[in-house]
């Protein structure tokens, strides 16, 4: 059996025009005998629309219960969508993700998928060449709903995939496609044909809003080729796979920036072992996570330390440091919320030299100071002033010839 699956954004499904527009690459996608599975968002602007209503009903909404809300927003694009497809003849049926068997731990607000029951994926095909499945959710082990965090959707899709050995997942959405930055700062961003699951990753993970990250993992895992790809066109779009020898040639294949950031500094610590671990272990309970960490050089047996965390996270985090700080000892504590972070991701980096070089430079000669600097194999981040992201964007974008079609090769 050829198994597609096809996952469909909230403004892809957002009004019933745009659900035919759907249809239509669903119809597509049944060609040569294939069995679709069509993944669906709730339609634009309904999710955030509950979460409002959970709030004026409570001024704490319990955790559970507002899974139990939010995830009708999904089951109600699936079962209008199935409707659609019925009228075009086609045989179709909807699945909550309970009905589909997706499994998860009970994180409520962002749970984990813990496995999928294929067989019924399989009895379902037996009955129907289209499942359309709402996104976004699945079920613990004692029944209760769960819903899988913002961008969740991406996640079932590409979990579906992998448990259906399916030849394919479209992601479709309302872009056309992995840009080597962000088209909106950067007016000569260019669409990739193809990118490594690991710069994905590192894309996702420094602010690229075009994947969920938890997806991106699902599918290098099980290795499910993902086409990223615009429901308002027939653009070709971007097949998220794995790495090849060919992408090694590329030293930067995009930019990305992330304006959730804070940076918080504990100051004259005592430089001594087990201060690190009291400070970040207090953060790991709280179930904050922490991006950047730099400790500067110790000066008459103290040290600052410096790290950043989501600007949603400061006060948590500033309230833990104070207490770290009556514990371990330490000067003040500062933060500041004004700064982004921009990030150069390419798989180059690991056998090519002067990434970081080019990187600082290009900062440099716009007078753009670093405030933090992180590494990996294939990325180098910097955290900067927030007003000047958007012109540390464009000036990276341009160093590394990112515009030009046949990239910038490393030489």
Same mark, same amino acid.
């Given at each position: ?30 060609? *040569? ?59 179709? !049926? ?87 930055? %962000? ?28 994947? =969920? ?20 066109? %027939? ?8 790495? /090849? !020898? ?11 920036? /992330? ?7 504990? !100051?004259?610590?005592? %430089? ?46 500033? *309230? ?88 910038? =090769?490393?030489?």
């Amino acid at each position: 059996m050829r198994i597609m699956v096809q996952k469909f954004g909230g403004t892809s499904v957002a009004t019933k025009d745009r659900m035919r527009q759907v249809l239509g690459k669903v119809r597509a996608g049944l060609t *040569d005998g294939r069995k679709i599975i069509a993944v669906l968002s709730a339609r634009a602007g309904e999710t955030n629309a509950l979460l409002k209503l959970a709030h004026e009903w409570s001024e704490t909404p319990d955790p559970a219960e507002t899974d139990q809300l939010i995830s009708t927003g999904e089951q109600v694009s699936a079962a209008l969508f199935s409707m659609l497809l019925k009228d075009e003849g086609i045989t179709a !049926r909807s699945f909550t993700g309970q009905q589909i068997g997706i499994l998860t731990d009970d994180v409520y607000g962002k749970a984990r998928i813990k496995e999928i029951d294929t067989e019924r994926i399989l009895a379902a095909f037996a009955e129907y060449d289209v499942l359309v499945v709402a996104g976004f959710q699945g079920i613990t082990g004692d029944g209760r709903v769960t819903t899988l965090g913002r961008g969740g959707s991406d996640t079932s899709a590409v979990a579906l995939a992998a448990a259906a050995k399916a030849e394919l997942c479209e992601i479709y959405t309302d872009v056309e496609g992995v840009f080597t930055t %962000d088209p909106n700062l950067c007016g000569n961003a260019r669409k990739l044909d193809r990118i490594s699951y690991d710069e994905m990753l590192e894309l996702a993970s420094m602010g690229a809003k075009v994947l =969920e990250i938890r997806s991106v993992e699902f599918a290098k895992k099980y290795k499910v080729s993902v086409l990223v790809r615009s429901t308002f066109s %027939d653009a070709p779009g971007t097949l998220v796979t794995q790495e /090849d !020898r060919s992408m090694e040639h590329v030293m930067v294949s995009g930019i990305a920036y /992330d304006k959730d950031q804070a940076r918080i500094t504990l !100051r004259s610590v005592p %430089d001594k072992p087990g201060v690190a671990a009291s400070i970040f272990g207090h953060l790991a309970e709280a179930g904050l996570s922490v991006d950047m960490i730099v400790q500067n050089p110790s000066r008459d047996g103290v040290t600052d330390m410096n790290f950043t965390v989501s600007r949603k996270d400061v006060k948590r985090a500033l *309230d833990i440091m104070e207490k770290v700080r009556e514990q371990v000892g330490g000067l003040d504590i500062l933060h500041e919320t004004t700064v982004a972070k921009v990030s150069a991701v390419g798989v180059g980096m690991r056998n090519h030299s002067g990434v970081a070089a080019k990187t600082f430079a290009a900062l440099q000669k716009e007078n753009i100071n670093i405030i933090m600097i992180s590494t990996s194999e294939i990325k180098i981040s910097c955290i900067i002033e927030e007003k000047y992201t958007e012109l540390a964007v464009r000036a990276l974008h341009d160093a590394f010839g990112l515009d030009n079609n046949s990239y910038m =090769e490393a030489q």
